[in-house]
Protein backbone atom coordinates (compact mmCIF):
# COMPACT_ATOMS: atom_id res chain seq x y z
CA UNK A 1 0.00 0.00 0.00
CA UNK A 2 1.32 3.68 -1.00
CA UNK A 3 2.31 5.79 2.01
CA UNK A 4 3.14 9.59 2.16
CA UNK A 5 3.85 10.98 5.41
CA UNK A 6 4.82 14.42 5.79
CA UNK A 7 5.92 16.30 8.30
CA UNK A 8 7.62 19.39 9.63
CA UNK A 9 4.54 21.89 9.43
CA UNK A 10 4.69 24.38 12.18
CA UNK A 11 3.81 27.88 13.07
CA UNK A 12 5.98 30.41 12.08
CA UNK A 13 6.48 34.15 11.35
CA UNK A 14 6.98 36.05 8.21
CA UNK A 15 10.56 36.23 6.83
CA UNK A 16 11.29 32.91 8.66
CA UNK A 17 12.37 29.61 7.13
CA UNK A 18 10.89 26.05 7.13
CA UNK A 19 11.77 21.93 6.14
CA UNK A 20 8.89 19.95 5.08
CA UNK A 21 9.74 16.36 4.61
CA UNK A 22 8.20 13.08 3.36
CA UNK A 23 8.74 9.40 3.90
CA UNK A 24 6.86 7.62 1.25
CA UNK A 25 6.49 3.73 1.73
CA UNK A 26 4.48 0.71 -0.30
CA UNK A 27 5.63 1.79 -3.10
CA UNK A 28 9.83 2.02 -5.45
CA UNK A 29 10.24 5.78 -4.48
CA UNK A 30 13.15 6.34 -7.22
CA UNK A 31 11.19 5.25 -10.12
CA UNK A 32 8.34 8.52 -9.77
CA UNK A 33 8.22 12.02 -10.05
CA UNK A 34 7.08 13.28 -6.64
CA UNK A 35 5.29 16.97 -6.26
CA UNK A 36 4.07 19.26 -3.56
CA UNK A 37 0.63 20.89 -3.46
CA UNK A 38 -1.03 23.39 -1.12
CA UNK A 39 -4.03 23.67 -0.35
CA UNK A 40 -5.15 27.31 1.85
CA UNK A 41 -8.16 26.63 4.70
CA UNK A 42 -11.27 27.04 2.73
CA UNK A 43 -9.70 27.11 -1.04
CA UNK A 44 -8.94 24.67 -3.58
CA UNK A 45 -5.70 22.91 -4.75
CA UNK A 46 -2.66 24.70 -5.57
CA UNK A 47 0.26 22.68 -7.07
CA UNK A 48 3.79 24.05 -5.38
CA UNK A 49 6.66 22.35 -7.06
CA UNK A 50 7.84 19.15 -8.53
CA UNK A 51 10.68 17.19 -8.81
CA UNK A 52 12.02 14.54 -11.21
CA UNK A 53 12.52 10.76 -10.72
CA UNK A 54 16.28 11.40 -10.12
CA UNK A 55 16.12 14.80 -8.74
CA UNK A 56 17.41 16.07 -12.33
CA UNK A 57 14.46 18.56 -13.24
CA UNK A 58 13.12 20.77 -10.36
CA UNK A 59 9.92 23.46 -11.33
CA UNK A 60 8.10 25.73 -9.22
CA UNK A 61 5.17 27.70 -9.58
CA UNK A 62 5.83 31.27 -10.04
CA UNK A 63 4.84 32.58 -6.65
CA UNK A 64 7.10 30.19 -5.14
CA UNK A 65 10.38 30.65 -7.40
CA UNK A 66 13.57 31.73 -5.74
CA UNK A 67 11.94 31.16 -2.20
CA UNK A 68 11.54 27.25 -2.33
CA UNK A 69 13.65 24.25 -3.39
CA UNK A 70 12.97 21.19 -3.82
CA UNK A 71 14.85 18.28 -3.06
CA UNK A 72 14.48 14.50 -2.82
CA UNK A 73 17.14 11.35 -1.30
CA UNK A 74 16.16 8.16 -2.63
CA UNK A 75 18.65 6.54 -0.68
CA UNK A 76 15.90 7.32 1.93
CA UNK A 77 12.82 7.55 0.30
CA UNK A 78 12.20 10.82 0.80
CA UNK A 79 11.07 14.19 -0.50
CA UNK A 80 11.65 17.59 0.70
CA UNK A 81 10.42 21.29 0.19
CA UNK A 82 13.01 23.68 1.79
CA UNK A 83 10.90 27.04 2.35
CA UNK A 84 12.61 30.56 2.94
CA UNK A 85 11.27 34.12 2.82
CA UNK A 86 7.81 32.88 4.01
CA UNK A 87 4.80 35.03 3.40
CA UNK A 88 1.12 35.12 5.03
CA UNK A 89 0.32 33.65 1.18
CA UNK A 90 1.93 30.50 2.20
CA UNK A 91 -0.40 29.57 4.92
CA UNK A 92 -2.22 26.21 3.67
CA UNK A 93 -1.94 22.45 3.71
CA UNK A 94 1.02 21.13 1.94
CA UNK A 95 0.86 17.62 0.53
CA UNK A 96 3.74 15.34 -0.69
CA UNK A 97 2.04 13.80 -4.02
CA UNK A 98 3.54 10.84 -6.07
CA UNK A 99 3.12 10.87 -9.57
CA UNK A 100 1.60 7.71 -11.97
CA UNK A 101 5.21 7.63 -13.50
CA UNK A 102 8.55 8.76 -14.00
CA UNK A 103 7.57 11.25 -16.79
CA UNK A 104 7.39 15.06 -15.50
CA UNK A 105 3.09 15.34 -17.14
CA UNK A 106 2.57 11.52 -15.36
CA UNK A 107 -0.65 12.41 -13.09
CA UNK A 108 -0.51 12.78 -10.00
CA UNK A 109 -2.02 9.68 -8.24
CA UNK A 110 -1.28 9.42 -4.29
CA UNK A 111 -1.75 11.77 -1.69
CA UNK A 112 -0.29 12.05 1.70
CA UNK A 113 -2.43 13.62 4.56
CA UNK A 114 -0.80 17.05 4.06
CA UNK A 115 1.26 18.72 7.11
CA UNK A 116 0.03 22.34 8.26
CA UNK A 117 1.83 25.33 7.07
CA UNK A 118 0.89 28.77 9.05
CA UNK A 119 2.69 32.33 8.54
CA UNK A 120 1.77 34.55 10.58
CA UNK A 121 2.73 38.50 10.49
CA UNK B 1 -7.89 33.12 -10.54
CA UNK B 2 -7.63 29.34 -11.49
CA UNK B 3 -6.20 28.71 -15.21
CA UNK B 4 -8.75 25.90 -15.58
CA UNK B 5 -12.51 26.98 -14.76
CA UNK B 6 -15.01 25.25 -13.39
CA UNK B 7 -18.34 26.19 -11.84
CA UNK B 8 -18.13 27.09 -8.37
CA UNK B 9 -21.26 24.31 -6.96
CA UNK B 10 -23.06 21.95 -8.81
CA UNK B 11 -26.13 19.90 -7.01
CA UNK B 12 -28.57 16.59 -8.00
CA UNK B 13 -30.88 14.25 -6.14
CA UNK B 14 -29.45 10.87 -5.83
CA UNK B 15 -29.66 8.22 -8.25
CA UNK B 16 -29.47 11.95 -10.98
CA UNK B 17 -26.48 12.10 -13.48
CA UNK B 18 -24.54 15.19 -13.04
CA UNK B 19 -21.67 16.65 -14.95
CA UNK B 20 -18.48 19.13 -14.24
CA UNK B 21 -17.46 20.80 -16.97
CA UNK B 22 -13.39 22.01 -16.54
CA UNK B 23 -12.28 24.91 -19.25
CA UNK B 24 -8.92 25.68 -20.06
CA UNK B 25 -6.62 26.50 -23.23
CA UNK B 26 -4.33 25.25 -26.17
CA UNK B 27 -1.56 25.31 -23.58
CA UNK B 28 -3.30 22.85 -21.27
CA UNK B 29 -6.51 21.03 -21.82
CA UNK B 30 -5.95 21.06 -25.73
CA UNK B 31 -2.64 19.49 -26.29
CA UNK B 32 -2.43 17.64 -22.70
CA UNK B 33 -4.34 15.17 -20.75
CA UNK B 34 -6.93 15.91 -18.17
CA UNK B 35 -7.21 14.32 -14.45
CA UNK B 36 -9.53 14.78 -12.27
CA UNK B 37 -9.44 14.54 -8.38
CA UNK B 38 -12.35 14.02 -6.04
CA UNK B 39 -11.77 15.12 -2.21
CA UNK B 40 -14.27 14.53 0.58
CA UNK B 41 -14.74 16.25 3.22
CA UNK B 42 -11.70 16.66 5.75
CA UNK B 43 -9.77 14.20 3.29
CA UNK B 44 -7.08 14.34 0.73
CA UNK B 45 -7.71 14.16 -3.10
CA UNK B 46 -8.23 10.99 -4.44
CA UNK B 47 -7.44 10.29 -8.59
CA UNK B 48 -10.79 10.23 -9.64
CA UNK B 49 -10.26 10.28 -13.77
CA UNK B 50 -6.53 10.23 -15.40
CA UNK B 51 -5.88 10.58 -19.38
CA UNK B 52 -9.06 12.09 -20.01
CA UNK B 53 -11.47 9.26 -19.29
CA UNK B 54 -9.58 6.50 -17.55
CA UNK B 55 -10.70 4.86 -14.16
CA UNK B 56 -8.17 4.12 -11.01
CA UNK B 57 -8.44 0.47 -10.10
CA UNK B 58 -11.43 0.79 -7.43
CA UNK B 59 -13.13 4.01 -8.73
CA UNK B 60 -16.92 2.58 -10.05
CA UNK B 61 -18.21 3.32 -13.59
CA UNK B 62 -20.52 5.55 -12.46
CA UNK B 63 -17.67 8.31 -12.54
CA UNK B 64 -16.55 9.01 -16.71
CA UNK B 65 -14.62 11.76 -17.97
CA UNK B 66 -14.38 13.19 -21.42
CA UNK B 67 -12.13 15.65 -23.25
CA UNK B 68 -13.23 17.75 -26.54
CA UNK B 69 -10.44 20.92 -27.41
CA UNK B 70 -9.71 22.86 -24.63
CA UNK B 71 -12.63 21.91 -22.26
CA UNK B 72 -13.48 18.68 -20.59
CA UNK B 73 -16.15 17.03 -18.53
CA UNK B 74 -16.89 14.73 -15.39
CA UNK B 75 -19.86 12.76 -15.30
CA UNK B 76 -21.37 11.25 -12.44
CA UNK B 77 -24.53 8.85 -13.10
CA UNK B 78 -26.34 6.95 -10.65
CA UNK B 79 -25.77 10.06 -8.29
CA UNK B 80 -24.86 8.75 -4.11
CA UNK B 81 -24.88 10.59 -0.89
CA UNK B 82 -21.27 9.95 -0.64
CA UNK B 83 -20.33 11.67 -3.78
CA UNK B 84 -21.12 14.58 -1.61
CA UNK B 85 -17.13 16.15 -2.74
CA UNK B 86 -15.30 18.92 -3.94
CA UNK B 87 -14.18 17.96 -7.31
CA UNK B 88 -10.79 19.17 -8.97
CA UNK B 89 -9.89 19.08 -12.73
CA UNK B 90 -5.97 18.91 -13.30
CA UNK B 91 -3.48 19.28 -16.45
CA UNK B 92 0.18 20.06 -17.41
CA UNK B 93 0.44 23.25 -18.75
CA UNK B 94 3.41 23.79 -21.00
CA UNK B 95 3.31 27.62 -20.80
CA UNK B 96 3.44 27.66 -17.19
CA UNK B 97 6.20 24.07 -17.19
CA UNK B 98 4.07 23.19 -13.82
CA UNK B 99 0.75 21.64 -13.40
CA UNK B 100 -2.71 23.46 -13.35
CA UNK B 101 -5.85 23.10 -11.19
CA UNK B 102 -9.38 24.04 -11.61
CA UNK B 103 -10.83 26.40 -9.03
CA UNK B 104 -12.60 22.97 -8.12
CA UNK B 105 -16.86 22.57 -7.94
CA UNK B 106 -18.72 22.13 -4.86
CA UNK B 107 -20.81 18.76 -5.96
CA UNK B 108 -23.87 18.83 -3.06
CA UNK B 109 -26.76 15.74 -3.15
CA UNK B 110 -30.21 17.36 -2.65
Known amino acids: EVQLVESGGVVVQTGGSLRLSCAGS????????MNWVRQAPGKGLEWVSLISWDGGSTYYTDSVKGRFAISRDNSKNSLYLQMNSLRTEDTALYYC??????????????WGQGTPVTVSS | QSVLTQPPSASGTPGQRVTISCSGSSSNIENTYLHWYQQLPGTAPKLLIY???QRPSGVPDRFSGSKSGTSASLAISGLRSEDEADYYC???????????FGGGTKLTVL
Open chain 2, 90 to 100: AAWDDSLSGWV
Open chain 2, 51 to 53: RNN
Open chain 1, 26 to 33: GFTFEDYT
Open chain 1, 97 to 110: VKCRGAGLSSPPDY
